[in-house]
């Protein structure tokens, strides 16, 4: 029997805080109960915002943790080339486009949209607004100059051209704490026609995490909740691709004293700072509400 893989996949643009706690913890104690193997892979596409050292700043916090993973640790950074022979194939199914709004142009639609019409503007399920189209925005003379002076451009999924290509509705296999797997019905819809590569960067968080989790044979996607309704996303490039489905686990947040998600901008939960106060590692996974 091939054993169950998981990952621990954090983005080394801060410390480590007691949210990464949590989801490297639980990812630890899934893969031994499960007698599976636990991978890290390292999140970096964001060049300007990750670090090396901020990289061996996490893994250190991780090992302090006590948690061990399989090395070597994959570098998402590393990998451009796979994700690029994704791209190329995706827009060989006629399935990308160019999208050359600035976010400013993109707000002032937005802006003109809902003073015109008194509605809101069409959102994803973590509130940014949809894609409104370069046609709907510019006139088509300045879209070609721009494409003509090799203005930088993201590459977004059209979806519609890609939901037309589903043969069955789409859904995910998601794994309660009691053991259950449920069916989740996705709607990648809710998303519209997300980026795949950034102008920044040429790939995205969603193309490089569906097709590394399947590069690796992750079984199980062990993270936050806050992931949950991208998973459509997720479930839809796996389709496309042709590749394999993890199950998936969205576990929890931990909230801070006033019911906020953690973040990295704020330091007051780093693992850092807490164990020079005197924590150790089982006082973490106390406080993460872990036995
Ligand atoms: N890199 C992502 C983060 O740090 C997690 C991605 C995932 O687990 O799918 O939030």
Not at 2 to 26: D, E, I, M, Q, W
Not at 39 to 54: F, G, K, Q, S
Not at 121 to 127: E, I, S, T, V
Request: hydrophobic share 45%; glycine share 8%; net charge negative.
């Amino acid at each position: 029997m091939t054993r169950p893989v998981f990952r621990f996949a954090p983005s080394p643009n801060g410390r480590l805080h007691l949210g990464h706690a949590l989801s490297a913890l639980l990812n630890a104690d899934m893969a031994r109960r499960a007698g599976g193997r636990l991978l890290v892979r390292i999140e970096d596409i964001d060049r300007a915002r990750c670090t090396p050292e901020l990289e061996a700043a996490m893994l250190a916090d991780l090992a302090w943790l006590g948690v061990s993973w399989e090395a070597p640790v994959r570098r998402q950074s590393e990998h451009f080339s796979d994700y690029a022979a994704a791209l190329a194939r995706l827009e060989a199914m006629g399935l990308l486009y160019r999208g050359y709004l600035t976010r400013g142009e993109i707000r002032q639609a937005v802006a003109d949209f809902e003073a015109r019409e008194g509605t809101p503007f069409p959102r994803d399920p973590d509130g940014a607004p949809l894609y409104p189209g370069d046609a709907a925005v510019l006139p088509e003379e300045e879209i070609g100059a721009r494409a003509a002076a090799g203005a930088p451009f993201a590459l977004r999924l059209d979806m519609n051209a890609a939901l037309a290509r589903l043969a069955a509705p789409l859904a995910w296999k998601e794994l309660g704490e009691d053991g259950r797997v449920a069916e989740i019905a996705a709607d990648p819809a809710r998303w519209g026609d997300v980026v795949l590569a950034r102008k920044d960067t040429p790939t995205s968080y969603h193309l490089s995490v569906v097709l590394d989790d399947a590069l690796q044979g992750v079984t199980h996607v062990v993270r936050g909740r806050d992931l949950f309704e991208a998973t459509a996303v997720h479930r839809l490039l796996q389709m496309l691709l042709g590749l394999g489905e993890p199950v998936y686990r969205h576990h929890r947040l931990v909230l801070d004293g006033d019911g906020r998600k953690l973040s990295k901008s704020r330091g007051d939960t780093a693992l850092a700072e807490l164990r020079a106060q005197g924590a150790g590692p089982a006082d973490i996974r106390a406080m993460v509400g872990l036995a």
